[in-house]
């Protein structure tokens, strides 16, 4: 027993001399040191990674049983529903898995927001994480498209069509996008190709993002760096019991809503073949969608809109520089904490109403909503940073923690 353990060892030691993946993944996952003021909000950078996984192996699955062709995708759909072997659960976990996944990445990017982790040094760690975000909307939405429901066709020809707002050449990337003069066949097939390759390009930005996150080590509750060893612990074993822990009780909730409730989130029109020659009467897309949604209809102008839109994203590019304030915490920031719980229910706001048709009241709430969105990075944010009056910070991570 003892001289197959020595072997085995050897063996270990012997790849590693010359690939040094296990010293890698040591020092990445075990040895790593890490804050030790850490709190559950950290939890969710390693539950993403673990919904992106279940969606890459469930999806490679389902795309063995899926057929890429407007006359077979709804019907390949019931099939797998009803005939492949467990076919039921893999599609509903791949359904809600897409769902769970951007609810614990936006729960990540608010808790950056939030203890500042976007600032110096971590800007680079910040756009990669606002690039995944980009890469899964692009997945998400063509894989919303491949039911091939009356809600995948009508989504895609709303969303697709918004590029022909782009002056002089839209109307050519709409039609290079359809592969032909509207939705159709060729659209279905490149949806289907991208959609498949997507995640795996996701992959290797997480990859990025976490080797930039390892360069600086993770931010903190209190928003300061590391003084000494007394600020950290390894990695293994507090904190993989604890990501384990909150792995639990995320894939409790993950469950209940597959076995329970598993159509909650998405829209009943989609269980109803594509008809070109029926529209819906109210086109929505998936919910993670909504708030930029309700931003591109705020704006009455089709080009405003799409630029509104797009902008939405491309400002969480610029909030390194945006938030001019020193302190990276807001739990040492009295006036930005006010602020940002107005902007988390102002996303809210938007989401919902990006669930509403685009009529009365909820015309007028989108744009109040759209416009303090706008007014938290741009004009809010540069000014707090110099005329708000932070609370003293404590002088290490450790202190507070070991004065206990």
Do not use: C
Not at 105 to 118: K, P, T, W
């Amino acid at each position: 027993m003892a001289s197959s353990k020595k072997n085995t060892k050897g063996i270990i030691n012997w790849i590693d001399y010359r690939l040094p993946v296990v010293s890698f993944l040591k020092h990445s996952a075990v040895d790593y040191p890490t804050p030790r003021n850490l709190n559950y909000w950290w939890n969710f950078g390693s539950l993403a990674g673990f919904f992106l996984l279940v969606q890459i192996i469930t999806g490679v699955i389902l795309s063995m049983h899926y057929t890429a062709h407007v006359d077979y995708a709804f019907d390949s759909i019931e099939h797998i529903m009803r005939n492949v072997n467990h076919g039921w659960l893999i599609r509903y976990i791949h359904m809600n898995g897409a769902s769970f996944f951007f609810i614990v990445v936006y729960i990540h990017i608010f808790r950056g927001l939030y203890y500042g982790s976007y600032k110096a040094p971590r800007e680079l760690l910040w756009w990669l994480g606002i690039l995944i975000l980009l890469l899964m909307m692009a997945t998400a939405f063509m894989g919303y498209v491949l039911p091939w429901g009356q809600m995948s066709f009508w989504g895609a020809t709303v969303i697709t069509n918004l590029f022909s707002a782009i002056p002089l050449i839209g109307d050519n990337i709409t039609q290079w996008l359809w592969g032909g003069y509207s939705v159709d066949n060729p659209t279905l097939s490149r949806f289907y190709t991208l959609h498949f390759l997507l995640p795996f390009l996701i992959v290797g930005v997480v990859v990025l993002h976490i080797v930039a996150l390892h360069t600086h080590g993770s931010n903190n509750p209190l928003g300061i760096d590391r003084k000494g060893p007394q600020d950290s612990i390894p990695f293994h074993p507090f904190y993989t019991i604890k990501d384990l822990f909150g792995l639990s009780f995320a894939l409790t909730i993950f469950f209940a809503v597959v076995f329970f409730a598993p159509d909650f989130l998405g829209h009943p029109d989609n269980y109803i073949p594509a008809d070109p020659l029926k529209t819906p009467a109210h086109i929505v897309p998936e919910w993670y969608f909504l708030p930029f949604y309700a931003i591109l209809r705020a704006i009455p102008d089709k080009l405003g809109g799409v630029i509104a839109m797009f902008s939405a994203i491309f400002v969480l590019f610029l909030l390194p520089w945006l938030d001019t304030s020193k302190v990276r915490s807001a739990t040492f920031r009295p006036i930005y904490k006010i602020f940002f719980w107005i902007f988390l229910i102002d996303a809210i706001v938007l989401g919902w109403v990006g669930s509403k048709p685009a009529e009365g009241i909820y015309i007028i709430i989108s744009r109040v909503a759209t416009l303090y969105y706008f007014l938290h990075f741009l004009i809010l944010l540069p000014l707090l940073g110099k005329f708000e009056r932070n609370r003293p910070l404590p002088e290490s991570i450790g202190k507070p923690v070991l004065a206990e």
